[in-house]
């Protein structure tokens, strides 16, 4: 009478074939991981902008204060942006700046004046800028630490592990465009 059941080599064969199809899966997975935190923070970062961006154009109000700008700041290496509404003191006697922070799950990888993400020659690399808004007007002044004027900038940010998110900001008009990063 025989036994019925698998051989040591079959059982082998159905493991590796398991073992293929999850590395493949795995793969797949993992790709997709990294398309969607890219996502995530393209909508982070331009929701924060978007947000600034739509303040200066409704109102020059903030908690019942009226401010002359909104200077948002980007560092690199940073993982938080802060912006500051700024108190026009002259209207509101013994008025403070306003200052908000947004943190990311990310940090900001690039800020350049050129669109050169991989390679970006060091007169263009910038360590950090700053976008001055002011209320009811598109257009926008972007400014470094040693209070240079740039017509445009481009910046990435990276989640920890994961493909770049890429932007460009013209002064001309001051709202943030998702770009492509060239390495999908």
Not at 125 to 150: G, M, Q, R
């Amino acid at each position: 009478m025989h036994k019925k059941g698998f051989t040591l080599v079959e059982i082998i064969i159905v493991i590796v074939i398991i073992w293929i199809l999850m590395a493949i899966g795995l793969g797949v997975n993992r790709g997709s991981i990294e398309k969607m935190k890219a996502k995530t923070a393209t909508e982070q970062v331009t929701t924060i902008f978007d947000t600034v961006f739509l303040q200066v154009q409704a109102s020059n109000y903030q908690m019942w204060n009226p401010y002359s700008g909104i200077s948002l700041t980007l560092s690199w290496g940073a993982n938080s942006v802060s912006y500051v509404y700024e108190i026009d003191q002259t209207r509101v006697s013994d008025a403070q700046n306003i200052e908000r922070t947004a943190n990311w799950d990310f940090s900001i990888s690039t800020i350049t004046t050129t669109w050169d993400f991989r390679n970006p020659q060091p007169e263009n690399k910038l360590d950090a800028v700053t976008i001055y808004y002011t209320p009811f007007l598109t257009t926008c002044e972007i400014k470094d630490s040693s209070n240079k004027d740039y017509n445009k900038i481009y910046f990435s940010v990276r989640p920890k592990g994961y493909k770049e998110a890429c932007f460009s900001l013209n002064s001309k008009y001051c709202k943030l465009l998702a770009i492509s990063c060239n390495d999908d």
